[in-house]
């Protein structure tokens, strides 16, 4: 086993200032959905709190981008583009999660500086920042003004659309934290993941390869 430095700096402090922001979001749109019924904080708290920290992640989600954009680490995003290439390392994923782990088969991707993620993983990602994330940023900014935003929110079906969206895609995201918070335990550790982006440094199995090796494909 042998350590990896796949999580820069900066991507350690947009992780975990992003996860904060997202149970925030989580806490305060269950406060603001459900008013009456669950009452932690007042309903206007709520909303102020809600907005500001939506904003924050909206601000927080451009910086992502620009580090991503601006730097080569944006090739860990990328999955491969060859069908005939993709599937099958995809379904070779699906069955270790759902299977082969449960018989302590090893991990059939090996994670290298510029593939940290699993076909299955930069696929979800991609979909996830790239399409819901700004989606339910949209829907968002929308709601925060109908009056402002009364032209838009028309042509799309009205604020229910609008707020169904919304809460659908909340929905989606809790889906996708949970289903984050699993993945991150199955290391050689419990915790091994977590750790790895607290310090950057991923534990890999097996021997370490070649600096060649470690270079990113050209897809």
Known sequence: ?????????????????????FLLLIF????????????????RNAVILHNWVGFFVGANFLLWLGFYLFSDKIKVYQPELNPKKYFPAMFRQVYFYA?????????????????????MQAMTYQIVMLLLLPLQFYTGVLLWDVTGFAAQIDMLGGVRVISTVHVLLSIAFVGFL??????ISLGHTTFAHTKAMITGYEDIEGEEPSAAAEAPETR
């Open 99 to 119: 299977y082969g782990i449960l018989r302590g088969e090893p991990n059939p991707y090996r994670v290298t500086v510029y593939g940290k993620f699993n076909p």
């Open 178 to 183: 949970l289903s984050h918070l699993y993945l």
């Open 28 to 43: 305060t749109g269950l406060q603001i959905r459900y008013a009456g019924l669950f009452d932690v904080i007042s309903f």
């Open 1 to 21: 086993m042998y350590k990896l430095y796949i999580h820069p700096l900066p991507v350690r402090i947009w992780h975990w200032l992003n996860a904060l922001s």
